[in-house]
Nanobody, 123 residues
Framework: QVQLQESGPGLVKPSQTLSLTCTVSGGSITANYYYWHWIRQAPGKGLEWIGFIDNSGSTHYNPSLKSRTSISRDTSKYQFTLQVSSVTPEDTAVYYC???????????????WGQGTQVTVSS
């Protein structure tokens, strides 16, 4: 059974960098055919796909966030990390990591999710 767990600060100040880590258990982030996604949901809004890192370490981002977003990984720790720079209150959301069976920004391909972590951007 694959499990994912997000961790990181729950409060970030405007203009700073948001950094979250997803720890994976029960599966390898280098396994073929899987993509490791970050998704968020702002208050009162739908899911917004942020990006993914694939089994080879290649990344792909939502164009609307690409200039401020970076996803990396530490295979020895079974972790992948999200960084969003220059945050504003509009980045306040519940952030999720998820395993995808495909590389599309589609909830249908995300088969395992973390429980989500609230991040608030406020001074």
């Amino acid at each position: 059974q694959v499990q994912l767990q997000e961790s990181g600060p729950g409060l970030v100040k405007p203009s700073q960098t948001l950094s979250l880590t997803c720890t994976v258990s029960g599966g390898s982030i280098t396994a073929n055919y899987y993509y490791w996604h970050w998704i968020r949901q702002a208050p009162g809004k739908g899911l917004e796909w942020i990006g993914f890192i694939d089994n080879s370490g290649s990344t792909h981002y939502n164009p609307s966030l690409k200039s401020r977003t970076s996803i990396s990984r530490d295979t020895s720790k079974y972790q992948f990390t999200l960084q969003v720079s220059s945050v504003t209150p509009e980045d306040t959301a519940v952030y999720y990591c998820a395993r995808g069976t495909g590389n599309s920004a589609d909830v249908a391909v995300w088969d395992y999710w973390g429980q989500g972590t609230q991040v608030t951007v406020s001074s």
